[in-house]
């Protein structure tokens, strides 16, 4: 339910910034595409501290549960400052290059100065959220969405088109906006954190006897995994670039059913997050007899998820007509071409998705990352380049590219987990 929420709070914008046409949209989605990569970079960071505060949650550790949240913390603000400092610096010719004319260009420009608001309270709102994730409290972060959505519509509604009284701001009323409602969930997350974790906060021990060392135990879990997430938007912007390549009615087909793969994703994703959670607490208490039982069952009910989703993508060109009404008959074909790599695709991502968070759970991140970026730069890239660029063959063929990358990280990924090195406990006292 977080997950879906989170892609909610998105989705507003989008929707109250399509009244200002076709040029704030653009612009618009420039800017987040250009702040995504250091959000995606911040999220990517509080995951490592979501698996170290899972197993000092576990293991009872009060010292590891205060160093692993405030190492979150520093790690996180830090990683967003400089993403800031670098937005601030380079985006005015990023935006220029992306951007189609100069008014699009200048509407990106300060929307994207606002979005760095944005971007340091996320920073800190997530490593918030993360430890309520962690120590079993994942209502905490919902409740914190749940004010954060209406206040964030609102405002934004009333700066976009100058409601009430309020200045006509456009573009960048969205920006502040969802700044505001993200200052006001950081608050409401900061009140919750003081009633229900001072004890943790305030003790004056840290692992390994240091903040430093603390901040070590951190980097060394969450770099692998944002090395990962840069990686894997690496390859995809390259492989975008490929696709352009292809026959307009092609790349049109490719490109929505990406965006739509992956706002589907998100169901597994959260769901193998959660039990990555849950395998860091387990491995925490040290009960590693209900370990094997525990992921088997979890996987299982994953790959029900994964069939869930096969069954949406497979009814995907007809509910493409609804919500894409001018799209043309050449370009729908193209989509039903796509079916079957999207039926057999969700089983084998949530699978792989799943072996993912539960060998990061234990300490197996760095083997993670190297599994993901061998198969997207050694496999998926040039196979990509070879079939738009030499062989010239069609959109189905580019997206079993994606699929054969999948069934390339199973191995490595399932015979890992069946091999019980991952059963790793982080916790330093």
């Given amino acids: 339910m977080n997950a879906a929420f989170q892609q909610a709070i998105l989705v507003i914008d989008t929707v109250l910034v399509g009244g200002l046409g076709e040029d704030a949209l653009a612009a618009m989605g420039i800017a987040i595409s250009i702040g995504g990569v250091v959000l995606g970079i911040v999220f990517a960071l509080a995951n490592g501290a979501q698996i170290i505060i899972a197993q000092a ?3 009872a550790s009060d010292s590891a549960i205060k160093s692993g949240f405030w190492s979150g913390i520093i790690v996180g603000v830090f990683a967003a400052l400089v993403g800031v400092f670098g937005i601030v610096l380079f985006q005015a010719p990023l935006v220029s290059v992306l951007a189609s004319t100069s008014v699009i260009s200048t509407m990106a420009s300060d929307y994207l100065l606002l979005f760095t608001l944005i971007i340091v309270g996320v920073a800190y709102s997530q490593n918030i959220s993360v430890y309520f994730y962690s ?6 972060p919902f409740f914190s969405k749940l004010l954060e959505l209406p206040i964030n519509g609102l405002i934004s509604w009333l700066l976009i088109y100058g409601i009430a009284g309020f200045p006509e701001m456009g573009i960048q009323g969205a920006a502040v906006g969802s700044a505001v409602a993200v200052l006001l969930r950081g ?20 692992s390994g006897g240091s903040p430093w060392s603390s901040v070590q135990l951190h980097l060394s879990n969450a770099l692998p995994i944002a090395g990962t997430f840069i990686s894997m938007n690496m390859s995809f912007s390259v492989c975008l670039m490929l696709y352009s390549q292809l026959s307009v009615s092609e790349f049109a087909a490719v490109s929505i059913v990406l965006v739509w793969m992956r706002t589907i994703g998100q169901l597994y994703n959260a769901w193998a997050q959660a039990i990555g959670i849950l395998v860091g607490q387990i491995l925490g208490k040290d009960q590693r007899q209900w370990l094997d039982d525990f992921v088997k069952q979890a996987w299982g009910v994953a790959l029900y998820i994964g069939l869930f989703i096969s069954v949406i ?3 995907m060109p007809l509910w493409f007509g609804i919500f894409y009404p001018s799209l043309r008959a050449e370009t729908v074909n193209v989509v039903w071409s796509l079916v079957p790599v999207l039926i057999l695709l969700p089983l084998a991502r949530t699978s792989n998705t799943v072996c ?13 990352f ?4 061998s198969a997207q730069w050694l496999f998926t890239v040039p196979a990509t380049a070879l079939i738009v660029l030499v062989l010239d063959w069609p959109a189905a063929f580019v997206l079993a590219v994606i699929l054969i990358e999948e069934l390339l990280k199973g191995y490595p990924f399932h015979t890992r987990i069946k091999s019980g090195i991952w059963k790793a406990n982080l916790v330093i006292t």
């Fill in 313 to 315: 993508n497979a009814t």
């Fill in 356 to 368: 993912g968070n539960v060998l990061r759970a234990g300490g197996q991140a760095a083997y993670a």
């Fill in 57 to 59: 949650f576990g293991a």
């Fill in 370 to 373: 190297k599994v993901h970026v």
């Fill in 135 to 140: 120590t079993g409290r994942p209502r905490y």
């Fill in 187 to 206: 608050v409401f997350l900061t009140m919750v954190m003081m009633l229900h974790a001072n004890r943790f906060l305030l003790t004056a021990a840290w």
